[in-house]
C-alpha cells in the first residue's frame, strides 16, 4: 500500500478530537481508537502513525495481530505503559493485508 493518503482531523460528536486517514479511492485506512480533548494530543497519535511521515515515535510499541469473531485480520498497537493508542480500523481477509495496513501505521516489525 502506497502512501496517498489524506488525513483529516475534526470534532466527534463528544466534541473530542479524532483523526482518519483516507486513501485516494475514498477508503479509509486508518483512523483514532479514542477521541481527544485536545487537538495537539489527537495530532501527536497521528504522528504515532504516519502523519508527517513514519519517525522513532513509538518504535517501542507493543502490536498485536488476532483474528477477530468474523474471522478478519486485525491489528492493536499499545505503547510501552499498556494503553492501547491505535487499532485497525477494519478486518482483512489475508494477513498479509493487515500487515501491510500496520506498515502503513509505522509498524517495524
Not at 478486518?91 to 502503513?104: T, W
Request: proline letters at 0%.
Amino acid at each position: 500500500m502506497t502512501d496517498n493518503t489524506t488525513w483529516s482531523f475534526y470534532l466527534d460528536q463528544k466534541h473530542e478530537w479524532r483523526w482518519r486517514r483516507t486513501a485516494a479511492n475514498g477508503e479509509i485506512v486508518g483512523a483514532s481508537s479514542e477521541g481527544y480533548q485536545n487537538k495537539a494530543d489527537c495530532e501527536s497519535n497521528a504522528n504515532r502513525h504516519g502523519y508527517g511521515g513514519c519517525s522513532t515515535l513509538g518504535y517501542s510499541d507493543n502490536w498485536t495481530f488476532y483474528v477477530d469473531a468474523n474471522g478478519k485480520h486485525r491489528w492493536k498497537r499499545q505503547a510501552s505503559n499498556g494503553v492501547q493508542v491505535g487499532a485497525s480500523s477494519q478486518g482483512y481477509s489475508a494477513k498479509s493485508n493487515c500487515e501491510e495496513n500496520a506498515r502503513l501505521h509505522c509498524y517495524h516489525g
